[in-house]
């Protein structure tokens, strides 16, 4: 008999939220990016240019927080909301780097890794990760906590966790589980929606005639007097839709999918691939190849309006998400909240470039390890429409 692994206990969990919370979770990306934009109006106010590398991390980290761990960023006292851009970033950094002990084990790598700092830098990111986890766990853990009728990710896995203790399951769940998995949803969550909101406003200041087609749409369908956007508006959108098509296109968050592995010996394009071979897919090469995509470098969402091509995994000229039974199992919390995100951002406000500052001097170096952002923080102004 196959026994539980983590990874398929984390999809359990997944799959569980997903199923209990995936229309009641909805208030909480609502509520989250109407306080976005209440922020955001005060800037518009004095045109003041805002950070939106920091302000859209915010944004993601908190919905993060509260639908899966039950958490208030605004209101935590365990976090910094201003400080968690730059936990994630340099989590996923160090977490993917490589050390010196990874290929000299033993006394020789430890010794190379403490030298360069590496042993250092770790152990600091680490407790501060670990610290965060700790305080999620006994948060939920503590005497007389109500578990609310949706439950959130953390209440799922701990009643799992209890569940295969009264039934004695040979695979024991430990806390350092839990804090893996938390982990996982927490790092992947917030950087990848974070970084493809990111992209999409770099893409859309870069290309007037895209945001003008967006914004037309978005402000004619809707009107002009709505006091907050929700998610079944997004549904009214279809350039809308293709324009954030374009944008997973163009900017997978995660450019290189899980490794897969060859079962038995194959053949690849004349290439003979033994069995067990780790092969990487490379999404963002086939999202570019000039082979499948006219002009593939430009940010272009008219391309679809002609072609059904789709990002769920059926089409594998676009892949951001993966497919089959290892597609990214976050996907569709991730659109909504970036869909969600990028119509508050498009329909309350225009957005300008800071004062003696043009289109050509926006850096669009990238960045990252797993998650590939944008180098250099995005500076706009964001300005009450006319």
């Not at 039950?70 to 989590?91: M, N, P, T, W």
């Not at 007037?208 to 959108?237: A, F, S, W």
């Not at 272009?300 to 993966?322: I, K, Q, T, W």
């Amino acid at each position: 008999m196959l026994q539980p692994t983590r990874d398929s206990f984390e999809q359990n969990c997944l799959l569980q939220l997903q199923r209990h919370r995936l229309c009641s979770i909805r208030y909480i990306r609502e509520e989250e990016n109407d306080l976005l934009v209440k922020k955001l109006s005060e800037c518009a106010s004095t045109r003041f240019p805002v950070n939106l590398k920091k302000t859209l991390f915010t944004l993601v980290a908190s919905i993060v927080c509260r639908l899966a761990f039950g958490q208030d960023l605004h209101k935590c006292e365990f976090i910094d909301e201003d400080s968690i851009a730059e936990l994630v970033q340099k989590s996923e950094m160090v977490l993917a780097s490589s050390a010196f002990s990874d290929f000299f084990p033993g006394g020789t790598g430890w010794v190379l890794d403490k030298i360069t700092g590496q042993n250092k830098k770790l152990n600091s990111v680490f407790s501060e990760l670990d610290a965060f986890f700790q305080n999620i766990l006994d948060d939920h853990l503590r005497p007389g906590r109500t578990v609310l009728d949706s439950p959130d990710v953390v209440d799922v896995m701990i009643d799992m966790m209890k569940k295969q203790e009264r039934d004695g399951d040979s695979f024991k769940l430990t806390t350092d589980h839990l804090k893996g998995i938390i982990s996982d949803i927490f790092l992947a969550g917030v950087n990848t929606s974070a970084m493809t909101l990111i992209w999409g406003m770099t893409e859309l200041i870069r290309n007037p005639r895209v945001m003008k087609k967006v914004q037309k749409e978005i402000r004619t369908t809707l009107g002009d007097k709505k006091e907050k956007v929700t998610e079944e508006d997004v549904n009214k959108l279809h350039y809308f839709k293709l324009m954030v098509k374009e944008l997973f296109r163009l900017h997978p968050a995660a450019p290189l999918l899980l490794p897969r592995e060859t079962l038995s010996n194959i053949k690849i394009q004349g290439y003979d691939i033994p069995a067990k071979t780790q092969i990487m897919v490379n999404v963002y090469s086939i999202a570019r190849d000039p082979k499948l995509w006219t002009n593939p470098d430009e940010f272009n969402p008219d391309r679809f309006l002609d072609m059904s091509v789709d990002y769920r995994g059926l089409n594998f000229e676009l892949l951001p998400f993966g497919s089959g039974r290892r597609i990214c199992p976050g996907m569709t919390m991730g659109v909504a909240t970036v869909e969600l995100g990028l119509l508050n951002l498009l329909y309350f406000f225009d957005w300008a470039l800071p004062e003696g500052k043009t289109v050509k001097d926006i850096d669009l170096e990238e960045a990252g390890a797993i998650v590939i952002g944008k180098k250099v923080s995005l500076e706009l102004v964001p300005l009450h429409p006319n």
